[in-house]
């Protein structure tokens, strides 16, 4: 077999289980491209001879019922991994080494997964163009000027460019299905509550979820399937009764109601996102689904709900770098000094800039005019969903205003940066389940994405219905391997 | 509303973060030009809507309180910049 790291999930696990293809072989393989590819910038730790090491045991003893049978992958460096440098993109974490394993990564490897290294990311998730990692920005595999997005920038270009079969990232506010649209893959976003935030470095806990990122809905299904458990250890997570969502896999989609929100149809929005939006709407009508015209009103108050609500947690959940248990210190000359410089020296601009936000918007006298606010905003996008899933089974809309921007095109400009969250953004503050698949391509060959927005705990509906759309779409990536030495 | 630099001054000390002036004049742009579109919120009258504290529409699970890690203190300091074995060592603070 010549090409293995063009082999989906699916198809790597069926030739481990029919012995055609050893754990060896294919670790090998993802670790001889990833060396090629460093000049993507994907990783920022790399496991690879502890990996072959790992494979090489795997197939003294294979046990071929695991779902993930020796079966190599890279993970976000957002999920703590025990004994392996753990840095959320931050210098502040730069030589932090976890002494415990965050559960879905420890779900993972139960599957008998084996860690390849930790992808780069936006620094503590903050991002959207993978440009605010301490490690520097990652490439989009699509093209050499291009952003990733972000924050699971380095896991979006790393299945993109087949350095490791799937990966996990998390999305705060868009940070798995945005940079899944920008590099033509599939991303899922859980419901909030499907898994478990234990060990996952936070950032704004009432919104995180950690989900898969894949070349194809049906290794998405799997992923998930895998990192999808109660947790004790999460005191938000959810026990409820999850699908075996690759085996309940289907694209009978027939009947079901898909609704088209009107206000998604922002001013400005590039024609080819119109475009791909009007295709994909004819593509779930193909397949036998209804289309409902519905609206989500306070569409446009989601976006300044987030941008109080998430640096409001994330000033409170970064309160604990304080350069005394863990992480990077600066010397000073007292105690509160100590603080202030490790902080001002460890976060970068944008981590410092939403502790700010959130500081300012918690503090005295402030707070019911701009937190206790956005949550009744919040409460208020939350029904606008829970009215028009009265009507319809999922919501189509595209995942993305545009294709992937230029490096350094947004980077000074913090509020035009924000706006291409404007589509994924709703779905976090309400805690619903959505994926971002590849639709289409704009004029310059980029790929462009569509979201699929479903009821909580619904996961295995948004992916069949995805399912159904990949085979009419029959997305092709086009990836051109410049960047391999 | 505009945020003026004693402001960001303020808000830099509740956030523990120190900021030259440079740093402070910067922010000030920054976070203005960001609370400019969260003004946007204030169209909407809320005065009726409760506020939103959970999406999960389950009630938190009770457990006993019971310790689940035992004799971990080396793990827990083994991360810290400076400690003596026992405990995390900071600057001084009472003389």
């Known amino acids: 077999m010549s090409n293995i790291t063009s082999l989906s999930l699916t198809s790597l696990v069926n030739n481990i289980k029919n012995k055609k293809l050893s754990s060896e072989e294919i670790t090998k393989a993802f670790v001889d491209r990833s060396e090629k590819s460093k000049e993507l910038n994907s990783y920022i730790s790399e496991d690879f001879s502890n990996a072959i090491d790992k494979a090489k045991k795997f197939d003294k003893n294979p046990n071929l019922d695991l779902k993930l049978p020796g079966i190599p992958m890279a993970v976000k460096d957002l999920f703590c991994t025990q004994n392996i440098k753990t840095t959320a993109g931050s210098k502040i974490l730069e030589n932090f080494i976890p002494t415990y394993e965050s559960t879905v990564t420890q779900n993972i490897w139960n599957e008998g997964a084996i860690l390849l290294g930790k992808l780069n990311c936006d620094e503590f998730a903050m991002g959207s163009s993978n440009e605010t990692s301490f490690f520097g920005n990652v490439l989009n595999p699509i093209d050499k000027g291009l952003v990733p997005g972000g924050s699971s920038g380095g896991s979006a270009a790393a299945v993109s460019g087949q350095l490791t079969p799937v990966t996990i990232g998390t999305d705060t506010g868009g940070s798995i299905r945005q940079p899944a649209s920008f590099t033509g893959i599939v991303g899922l976003k859980p419901t909030y509550g499907s898994c478990s935030r234990y060990g996952i470095v936070a950032f704004a806990s009432s919104l995180d979820q950690a989900g898969p990122m894949a070349q194809n809905v049906e290794d998405c299904a799997l992923l998930q399937e895998v990192i999808s458990s109660y947790d004790k250890k999460d005191s938000t997570s959810i026990d409820f009764k999850r699908n075996e969502y690759s085996k309940e896999l289907t694209k009978d989609i027939k009947g079901k109601k898909i609704g088209i929100p009107k206000e998604y149809r922002i001013d400005g929005m590039p024609k080819e996102i119109e475009d791909l939006w009007q295709k994909g709407i004819q593509y779930v009508k193909d397949c036998g689904a209804e289309i409902i015209d519905i609206s989500l009103p306070n569409t446009s108050y989601a976006l300044p709900t987030y941008y109080i609500v998430a640096p409001a947690e994330a000033s409170s959940n970064l309160a604990r770098y304080d350069g005394v248990k863990y992480g990077f210190r600066a010397n000073g000359e007292n105690l509160i000094d100590m603080y202030e410089k490790t902080r001002s020296e460890g976060f970068g601009a944008e981590v410092q800039r939403r502790i700010m936000i959130g500081t300012y918007v918690l503090s005295s006298g402030y707070y019911d005019a701009y937190y206790l606010k956005a949550q009744k905003v919040r409460k208020l996008i939350k029904n606008d969903f829970d009215e028009s899933y009265k009507k319809v089974d999922a919501i189509l809309t595209p995942s993305t205003p545009s294709s992937a921007f230029k490096i350094g095109e947004k980077k000074d400009d913090p509020v035009s940066m924000y706006l291409n969250d404007i589509f994924t953004v709703p779905v976090n503050l309400a805690g619903l389940p959505a994926i971002s698949i590849p639709a289409g391509h704009d004029a310059s060959g980029y790929p462009l994405g569509l979201q699929i927005i479903g009821k909580v705990f619904k996961e295995q509906e948004i992916l069949n219905i995805a399912y159904a759309m990949e085979e009419k779409i029959s997305f092709k990536n086009k990836i051109t391997d410049w960047w391999i030495k | ?95």
Do not use: C, W, Y
Not at chain 2, 31 to 38: D, K, Q, R, T, V
């Open chain 2, 1 to 95: 509303m505009s945020i003026d630099l004693k402001t960001i001054k303020h808000i830099s000390k509740l956030s523990r973060i120190s900021v030259d002036e440079q740093k402070a004049k910067k922010l000030a742009g920054d976070l203005n030009s960001i609370f400019e579109f969260i003004e946007k919120l204030n169209e909407l009258n809320t005065d009726k809507v409760e506020p939103l504290t959970s999406v999960a529409e389950t009630t938190l699970k009770f457990r006993s309180d019971e310790v689940q890690s035992k004799n971990i203190k080396e793990q827990i300091i083994k991360n810290s910049p400076e400690n003596n074995d026992d405990f995390f060592v900071v600057p001084k603070v009472v003389e």
